[in-house]
């Protein structure tokens, strides 16, 4: 891609943006579902957000015993609509600046809709692991690894081949009801253009998808369960909607032009979003949940065990592996945990390294990588009478950093070394010094990517790609860089060493 003729546009402090006179059109309009919210917001087309045009509705995924996960799809799709009209609205300055409109979501979402184009199920999110058992049968009956080889993931509760089957086995009603099952962008799609295809990105996260080939696999489709017909047409990133209803221009005139982008996965925009655009940069995301991921440009022959590898068009892969819970067991610590008056959970990541702090396997919703073990619970080793409540918060910091670390050693078996290690998402900038532990845990750099909303840019720059493939992004901020503290490099191989030891126990309990 051709260089940018205008000089970087960044802000010294955190909120890297640039105002709407000086934005390089076209504008794309970047929607986002994450786990505890719905974001939208304008970025013009070097992928800076333009000041001012942004909305954020908080909501939450509904809870329940045996591993209950799901959002209503109809609560999200007014999310987004409200953020539309916020961001958008009838803006008369936006009209014929704004050619896309692109999204992105949670992976692993789905839906079931009717004929009439409603939804029959609620959504079920990526935490969701009542499919246990269907888990534990479909690998008794299939070469686990030959599949991963297949479709870039491995068989686990996350994904929907087990869903399908404990949909069949235990909602027999709502399974048959629906006429057709979509992720959640694809559901907000539907609703708001009465039509919808699956971004590659997006039917690479179910777990269906040939990975050589980027079209749904029948053998996967088999194992799940599933007919061919009951899932949407796969779109390549360069195939947008271009027709619209009239009521959308009618709503919201400045969209008159613009294109409308199949769905995405929020891993890949948050990727591409902290600057992870090649094999030179692995990106580890410390959000809600996390991972580590680095852009290839051609398809691994061999996937790691512990890994994932999702195609992202016809010469792109993203590989890495993720963990459900960074964020969610910080706040989980937070809130059980009542650290003595005047410490916070910052202090707690920046406190001297101690071996009485106990081994905390960070496994709230389920483990995905390394191991893959869809119905771990968390597990903390070596509580005694004297662990104090900040003993047990660094526990679980540093669960997640040895959790991380397990995926960055398959990464780099696979990868090989890359030339730098940017962090991201919301815990890496509240409590930064978990950073300091990545870093020493690692034995290298990371760096502190500080602006936020990295997901929508990545979003908004994936669009760009297809609108203005001429203009190159700038190079979005970063600020601290962390250096690794030899010291600690002993800390952290006891730690590994009596991680795997329980993480063996609870595997083979």
């Known amino acids: 891609m051709a260089k940018s003729a205008n000089p ?22 970047a929607l986002d579902v994450g786990s505890t919210a719905s974001r939208g917001s304008l970025h013009d087309a070097e992928g800076v957000p333009v000041r001012g045009y942004r909305h954020k509705i908080p909501h939450a995924f509904t809870t329940g015993s045996g591993g209950k996960s799901v959002i209503d799809p109809d609560q999200v799709v007014e999310e987004l609509g409200t953020i539309i009209d916020v961001v958008i609205g009838s803006r008369k300055e936006l009209i014929g600046r704004v050619k896309g409109v692109a999204i992105d979501t949670f992976a692993s979402s789905v839906v079931g809709v009717d004929a009439n184009r409603r939804a029959t199920s609620p959504c079920y999110t990526y935490a969701d692991s009542r499919s246990t058992p269907q888990l534990a049968q479909l690998r008794s009956e299939v070469d686990e690894h030959e599949l991963q080889q297949l479709t870039g993931a491995r068989l686990h509760t996350s994904y929907l081949a087990p869903r399908f089957r404990w949909l069949r086995e235990h909602e027999p009603e709502i399974f048959a009801q629906a006429k057709r099952w979509v992720s959640l962008g694809e559901y907000f799609h539907i609703r708001l253009l009465g039509k919808a295809r699956a971004g590659t990105a997006i039917a690479a996260w179910s777990g269906l998808q040939d990975r050589h080939t980027g079209n749904w696999s029948e053998r996967m489709l088999e194992l799940a369960q599933i007919d061919l017909s009951h ?16 009521g959308i221009t009618q709503r919201w005139p400045a969209l008159k032009d613009a294109k409308w982008f199949a769905p995405i996965a929020d891993g890949l925009a948050q990727n591409v979003g902290a600057g992870g655009r090649d094999s030179s940069t692995v990106v580890t995301s410390m959000s809600t949940s996390g991972a580590m991921r680095v852009m290839l440009h051609s398809a691994p022959e061999e996937i790691p065990a512990g890994l ?15 963990i459900n819970d960074v964020g969610r067991a910080v706040d989980w610590a ?10 916070e959970v910052a202090d707690v990541a920046t406190q001297a390294y101690s071996q009485d702090v106990p081994v905390f396997l960070p496994y709230l919703s389920g483990e995905r990588s390394t191991g893959w073990v869809g119905g771990a619970q968390a597990h903390a080793v070596g509580i005694t009478a004297s662990t104090e409540p900040q003993d047990m918060v660094r526990g679980v910091m540093e669960g997640i950093v040895v959790s991380l670390g397990r995926v960055a050693e398959q990464l780099k078996e ?3 070394d890359v030339e730098r290690l940017v962090t991201t998402g919301g815990v890496s900038q509240n409590v930064p010094g978990i950073q300091q532990l990545l870093a020493d845990q690692l034995g290298r750099e990371t760096i502190q990517a500080t602006f936020k909303r990295s997901t929508l840019r990545g979003t ?24 690794p503290k030899s010291k600690h490099c002993r800390h952290w191989e006891d730690l590994a060493q009596r991680y795997q030891e329980a993480y063996t126990q609870l595997v083979s309990a």
């Open 460 to 483: 908004a720059i994936m669009a760009q790609e297809v609108l203005s493939p001429d203009t190159e992004p700038v190079e979005a901020p970063r600020s601290q860089t962390f250096k």
């Open 414 to 416: 696979a990868a090989g």
């Open 308 to 322: 994932w590898c999702y195609r992202v068009d016809d010469h792109r892969y993203l590989l890495g592996g993720a």
């Open 8 to 29: 970087p546009k960044t802000d010294d402090d955190i909120d890297f943006a640039v105002p709407l006179a000086k934005a390089v059109d076209p504008l794309v309009l």
């Open 334 to 343: 937070e809130r059980t945990f009542r650290l003595p008056e005047g410490t």
């Open 231 to 246: 899932l949407s047409l796969i779109a390549r990133p360069t195939q947008p909607i271009l027709e619209v209803p009239a």
